[in-house]
């Protein structure tokens, strides 16, 4: 009996190392997924690679337009901080004949005895002065770069001057031009704004007198062609209270003869 059982395991176990079908070991398969369940949860690389380029182009667009804004808004305050003086007189012209009070009240502005600028003082008259809290230099003297002279009368606001030195900072003799601009090129009644798009120029000075009438008066210089001398201008123009164009002339700045002291007599 025993020789029976040793001889059918021996016969089991050949049959084994034979490959005998009977006795291989069953593996069990791998999970099948649903070709649509797999392709659902799972997102090709390439398709993340352009979600994520695409996120970068839209947050590059968010800053560039952010960028663009700030940038913008700068500028804006920053031109509106160089023509607060021109602002300033220009309101402050409505309060002409108004006592200083009242005057100080409607423009919200603060008039002072004298400039900051001794050197500005001993050429102006007596009177009230409110100036730009930045400074300028035109031929190595600092100034204020915009300044503000009123006449002031037992307390009340006479004419009003408005002086823009920066203006002449770059160039003592005005705004540098390519060629000679002529005055008749203004049309009789056109306003300041068009006056001065057409000439290309800003106001170096302005005069608020009491009858409401305006006097402008513009620097420029350019090198002249035939000569190759700096040559320049001042240009006036007078505006009416309704704020046309009454007129407009200019007159060539001398400068050389008093560089030289041509035509000057010594007093003793």
Known sequence: ????????????????????????????????????????????????????EMGKKILAAICAL????????????????????????DKLSLSIGASVADAQKVSKIELADASEYPLLNQLMQAGGVYESTKSAKVQGVTMPEWLIHCDISEGVVGEITYYNFEILEKNAYGTERKTYLDPASLSAGCTPEQAEDILGLSPYAVYYHTDRTETREYRYCYEDGETGNLTAYIITTKWSAEGGMVSASDVRVEFLSQILGIGQQSVE
């Open 1 to 52: 009996m025993a020789e029976q059982r040793d001889f059918e395991e021996q016969t089991q176990m050949d049959a084994y190392f034979n490959g005998d079908d009977a006795y291989d070991v069953p593996i069990d398969p791998a999970p099948v997924v649903p070709k649509n369940r797999a392709a659902k949860n799972r997102t090709p690389s390439g398709k993340r690679s352009r979600r994520a």
């Open 66 to 89: 952010t960028a663009v804004g700030l940038i913008g808004s700068i500028l804006i305050y920053i031109n509106i901080s160089r023509n607060d003086g021109a602002k300033h007189a």
